[in-house]
Structure formats: structure tokens, C-alpha cells
């Protein structure tokens, strides 16, 4: 692997957990921008969100994914909002291969309803929300995406390996 692997896709869409296999499946190391962010800053997301805003973390998320960008290759989960800054998508096509995982806003609305560490769902309707970050962002992911896998029907490790198979392939080509 000449390169990272970057996971991209919304809240929900399992760029921690399915990079996390995907890297042990690789045997490549795995780091992910939001708990590097975290470390890097002693605080957690919501924290930050409070205390700087969206635009302070998209600040900080910058630097994290520059840092990651120059360091080892290695399979990179990164936060859901990446995609928003053009300087952080030319980093993203320059220095990796980018997965964009794909889920529908039933599986989202599901998957992220397990926790409230998402500052940007801590709102009334959460579906409407969804559904509007997919509206904005959609274009984005793709735009930038390599290899675009879709995870809806697929368990963690299924879709590890689908992602693993795809990119493969993408790679041969
Ligand atoms: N394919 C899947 N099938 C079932 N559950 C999944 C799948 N992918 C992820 N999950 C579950 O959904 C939840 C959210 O997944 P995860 O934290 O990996 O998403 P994320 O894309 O990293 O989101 P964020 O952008 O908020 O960091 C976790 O509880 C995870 O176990
Ligand atoms: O989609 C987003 O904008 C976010 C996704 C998470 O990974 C975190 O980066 C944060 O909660 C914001
Ligand atoms: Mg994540």
C-alpha cells in the first residue's frame, strides 16, 4: 500500500468500526481524526463544539488530518464533516486511496441514535438532519471517493471485507 486508506461517509456510517477491522484485516496500523482530535486537545467533541463552535473543530479537524496526511501509511476513519473544507479534500485525494461507505438515513438515524456524543444531532428531529447533511455533503463524498461501498445490508465485518475486495480492485486498475 503506497498510501492511507481514508474512510469517508456520514455520522453513523461506520468509518470507526469498519476502518478498525479494515486495518486489522490489512494489518496496517488505524487512527481516526476525531479520537486523534480528542487526544491531541484533552477534550471531548461536544466539548469543543461548546467552546469553539463548528468552525474551531473544523480548525483543529484541519490540523489533524494534515498531521495524519505526513505521517505513516495507515487506514484513517475520519469525522463525518471532513469533506466540508476544499483544502481538507485535496489532502484526502492527494495523500490516499478514499472510501466513501454509504448507509441510508434509516440505518443512520439507527446507528447513531446509540449515543449523543454527536453535537450536530443534539437537535428535535435528527432524521430532518440527516437528511440535510446527506443533501450537502453527498456530492461531496463522492467527489472524493475512489471506491464508494454501500453498507446498509451489511454487518461490520461484511462490509470490512467488501471494502478490502473493492479497493483491490480499484487498486489493479
Ligand atoms: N454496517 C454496520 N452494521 C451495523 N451497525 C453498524 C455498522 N457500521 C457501524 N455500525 C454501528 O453504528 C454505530 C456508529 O458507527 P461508527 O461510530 O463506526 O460510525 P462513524 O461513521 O465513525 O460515525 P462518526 O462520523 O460519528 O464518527 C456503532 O455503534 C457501530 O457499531
Ligand atoms: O458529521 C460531522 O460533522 C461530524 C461527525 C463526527 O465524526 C465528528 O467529527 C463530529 O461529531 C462532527
Ligand atoms: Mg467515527
Given at each position: 500500500m503506497n498510501r492511507s486508506i481514508f474512510l469517508v461517509g456520514p455520522?453513523?456510517?461506520g468509518k470507526s468500526t469498519i476502518g478498525r477491522l479494515l486495518a486489522a484485516q490489512l494489518q496496517l496500523p488505524f487512527a481516526d481524526t476525531d479520537k486523534v482530535l480528542e487526544e491531541r486537545t484533552g477534550a471531548d467533541i461536544p466539548w469543543i463544539f461548546d467552546v469553539e463552535g463548528e468552525a474551531g473543530f473544523r480548525r483543529r479537524e484541519s490540523e489533524v488530518l494534515e498531521e495524519l496526511c505526513l505521517g505513516p501509511h495507515q487506514v484513517i476513519g475520519t469525522g463525518?464533516?471532513?469533506?466540508?473544507l476544499e483544502e481538507n479534500r485535496r489532502l484526502l485525494q492527494k495523500f490516499g486511496h478514499v472510501i466513501y461507505l454509504q448507509a441510508g438515513v434509516e440505518q443512520l438515524l439507527e446507528r447513531t441514535s446509540?449515543?449523543?456524543?454527536r453535537p450536530l444531532l443534539r437537535v428535535p428531529n435528527p432524521r430532518a438532519r440527516i437528511e440535510e447533511i446527506l443533501q450537502e455533503r453527498a456530492p461531496l463524498y463522492r467527489e472524493v471517493a475512489d471506491v464508494i461501498c454501500d453498507?446498509?445490508?451489511?454487518t461490520p465485518k461484511q462490509a470490512s471485507a467488501l471494502v478490502a475486495e473493492r479497493l483491490m480492485e480499484s487498486l489493479s486498475q
Open positions: 455520522m453513523g456510517a463525518g464533516g471532513i469533506v466540508l446509540k449515543n449523543s456524543n453498507t446498509d445490508d451489511l
